[in-house]
């Protein structure tokens, strides 16, 4: 059974953090994806990876980064947190070309 | 590089209706549509997906077609149940560079079944 994890449900962060987000995936999938979620937004790509060391940006990139130093964890990093920031956010994984597993969201709330 | 449109973005329905939400992609080279269900407060799932060499699959009460000269596909999902009302996703899989490794979704259909 396919699981991608996220190290935290809820967080509350306030303007200017460094904010942390970290996501594990267990079935050696090649790529790995954070995604904002917004309400009448869908779902929008911050970056992707797919192989280790290895990122591109998607379609809103800014304001944030990313780490993948092992297969299966990939990190992303809001520099210095906003208020524009605040959203849901999930982190998928997939093989190339197949289903794709979300993991269960981390609900970020900056104040 | 890709671009998927979904329609409509909230559909009611009367349970034991049927429902049809409606997607177009603009990469002819696309070969890869699944569709994903998220209900509130869990993450997307994939319900169903078809590839090009495909022109419909069912499962059960859902149902998926794809129309590769038109570039469009739509997920149709029969006699409704108040479960299935849900947040459904279309995507689409580009075929070469990095358009091969993700999936562009639209922006999603808020489905809710009316007992």
């Known amino acids: 059974d396919v699981k991608v994890t996220q190290s935290s449900r809820y967080l509350v962060k306030r303007t200017g953090e460094k904010v942390f987000l970290e996501c594990v995936q267990d079935m050696d999938h090649e790529n790995m994806f954070w995604y904002r979620q917004d309400p009448g937004l869908g779902l929008r790509l911050i970056y992707f990876s797919y192989d280790v060391k290895m990122k591109e940006k998607g379609d809103i990139p800014e304001g944030y980064s990313v780490s993948r130093e092992k297969k299966e964890r990939f990190s992303l990093i809001l520099e210095s947190a906003s208020t524009n920031q605040t959203s849901m956010y999930l982190c998928a994984s997939r093989s190339h070309r197949d289903e794709q597993y979300f993991g269960p969201g981390t609900r970020l709330t900056v104040t | 590089g890709e671009n998927v449109e979904q329609h409509p973005s909230t559909l009611s329905v009367q349970e034991g209706d049927s429902a049809v939400i409606k997607c177009t992609y603009s990469d002819s080279a696309s070969n890869y549509f699944p569709w994903y269900k998220q209900e509130l407060g869990k993450r997307p799932q994939l319900i169903i997906d078809?590839?090009?060499?495909?022109g419909e699959k069912k499962d059960q009460r859902i149902a998926v077609t794809l129309n590769k000269t038109a570039k469009h596909f739509s997920l149709h999902i029969t006699e409704t149940q108040p479960e299935d009302s849900a947040v459904y996703f279309c995507?689409?899989?580009?075929?070469?560079?990095?358009?091969?490794?993700?999936?562009?979704f639209g922006k999603g259909t808020k489905l809710s079944v009316i007992p």
């Open positions: 995507a689409a899989n580009g075929d070469s560079g990095a358009g091969s490794y993700q999936l562009t």
């Open positions: 078809i590839r090009s060499n495909v």
